[in-house]
Each structure stands twice: as structure tokens, then as C-alpha cells.
């Protein structure tokens, strides 16, 4: 998992080596929170997409030590190079990259407006603000 110091620069050039239109973004906002089986879930389904993914997963929701124990089994090596996972983006400036084909994401106002500006399909997942 990368930090909000280098994700920028780093995100950025790895969309840069990915193909036009192949990567799907993957944010949930800042509000909304996966539980531990709907993050496991996810991984499972964007590794079986087969697609080149970018996903956001904040510090406050897994821990970078804790990813490893999170996600499934092996998710980190088997998608390895296929994926990148961050904790933050620059999400204006990545909807906007030639390589972003796709944005999951939980419906929230500017995330909503962000890709509709970049021209980026959404596949909607809407969440309610966690409670807590």
C-alpha cells in the first residue's frame, strides 16, 4: 500500500504503462467504509476481472500492516503488477488518465461529478457514510 506522500507520482506512472482504457479505479470516498468480508470480496472480483485495477483503500479502514491479513490469501502476489494498491489518489487527475476505462465507486456527489467531467464509466456502489 502506498502513502498519500508518493501515491501521486506513483499511481500516475504506473496508469502510464497500462493500456488505454483497461484500468478500473476503485475508490469508496472518504466517508464510506468496507467491511473486512466486502473488501475480501472485492479483491476476489477484480482479480477474476482480469483487468488492471487502482484501489483506493484508506489508512483508516486497513492498515498497511494489516493488508496482507485482509485480503485473500496470496491476492498480493498473484495480482502483483496487474494491480496497484494506494491509500490515497489523486482521483481528478487519475479519471482524467487515457488508461482508467472504469471507476467503482460509492456514488458520493464529487466522485459522482469527477467522472461524468472525465468521460469515465461508473459502476455504482452506493454506500451510506458509516455510523461511528
Not at 7 to 33: D, H, P
Amino acid at each position: 500500500m502506498k502513502t498519500e506522500d508518493n501515491a501521486q507520482t506513483e499511481c500516475l506512472s504506473w496508469l502510464n504503462l497500462q493500456a488505454e482504457s483497461s484500468v478500473i479505479y476503485v475508490a469508496f470516498g472518504s466517508l464510506a467504509k468496507l467491511s473486512v468480508e466486502e473488501i475480501q470480496e472485492l479483491a476476489v472480483g477484480l482479480e477474476a476481472s482480469g483487468s488492471p485495477f487502482l484501489w483506493v483503500i484508506r489508512e483508516d479502514a486497513v492498515t498497511m500492516e494489516e493488508l496482507p491479513q485482509v485480503l485473500p490469501e496470496g491476492f498480493l502476489e498473484r495480482t502483483r503488477g496487474k494491480g496497484m494498491i494506494i491509500s490515497w489518489a489523486p482521483q481528478v487527475r487519475v479519471l482524467a488518465h487515457k488508461a482508467v476505462g472504469g471507476f467503482l465507486s460509492h456514488c458520493g456527489w464529487n466522485s459522482t461529478v469527477e467522472s461524468l467531467w472525465a468521460g469515465v464509466p461508473l459502476l455504482c456502489c452506493p454506500r451510506l457514510r458509516s455510523r461511528g
